[in-house]
């Protein structure tokens, strides 16, 4: 078959895909014209110029949503080791708690175990702090990139050559803030104010680390914040960043000066932060949040591979459209940008996706 008699048709992809008289060799003709979830970009934009500017408007970005994942740290917030390795959840007496002396971590024992529990990595089966990812109401800013030049000595006309420097620099130490919506009973608000309490007593020496943290030399009260930004579909990843060695540096008392004059939001506040490294568009990020994400699953789930197909490593598995279910965990899977090939050498387009167990 002649295939410029199906050059019109080629140019809408949904319209093709629904005909029902769509045969082999338009599917073909698919397979080699389109990816996966969109139009090939024209690879002459890399090798040749065009005479106007180039459009491109089946790969514009528009319409994204951006995700923030936060680790569980490892507070030795319920102290005795052995009887946290041989106990239930809800088995743990406020006798012989450690920390029972100090009435607010007390309190909060009693009424908010669940806000406590955030901070330890032991609890439950999900190994990230859900109550941050659903209450943030920002975007993590990361710093800019910037390398630092240097320059040689002046000639005798005052000339100077300036070398590019490394920009080492600009990955490490950057502070920045996160807005969170808090409600009645200031559940985020306890729950950096359990932070910095447990900071205090570690300080003065009333809570250490636990023996494993400290034989190993852990920083067990740091954490990890992964940045994902994914497009109108809502899984395919444009963007991931992650922050390492997070800590939290505070908490807004002052918030509570003028409670009166909220607003239809409701509660909302800043939380400082301040990092120690941040990394972006490393698939080690992605490898990395892919093995906390897969602690405590339930499902049958085989060793990550990037040359899978979307929805292969899981059961039961959401790979549908987004919705207002709740889901128990994210993971990333990869799947080809080319659906004819098999290569580990082709590209790869990766996916957010939200499994149920």
Known sequence: MDENKYRDALSSKESLQNSVYMNDFIKDILKDHFVVDGLAPDTNIHNKFSRFAYMDPYNALAGCKEYLFFTKPRLNLFGNETKLASSADDEYSIDSWDLANNTYLRECFIQRPNVMKQWCGEFGNVKFMTSLTNMVRSSLELPGVESENSETGANIYGAKVTYK????KSDQQFDFSLEFQDNKYLDIYHMFKIYDEYERLKNIGQ????AIFRANRIIHD???VFKMIVGP?????IYYAA????LANGYPREVFSNITDLGGDGLRY????KAHYVRDMDPIILEHFNQVSKQGFTGDIIEMEYNRNVGTEFSPVYDGSINSDWAIRPYIVAEHTNITQSSSKVPKK???IWLES
């Not at 800043?270 to 932060?273: D, G, H, T, V």
């Open 350 to 352: 990766y996916k957010l």
């Open 207 to 210: 809570v250490v680390p636990k």
């Open 270 to 273: 800043n939380i400082p932060f």
């Open 222 to 224: 740091q954490f990890t």
């Open 233 to 237: 579909d809502g899984r395919e990843l």
């Open 243 to 246: 922050a390492y060695g997070v």
């Open 165 to 168: 420097g490394t920009s080492w």
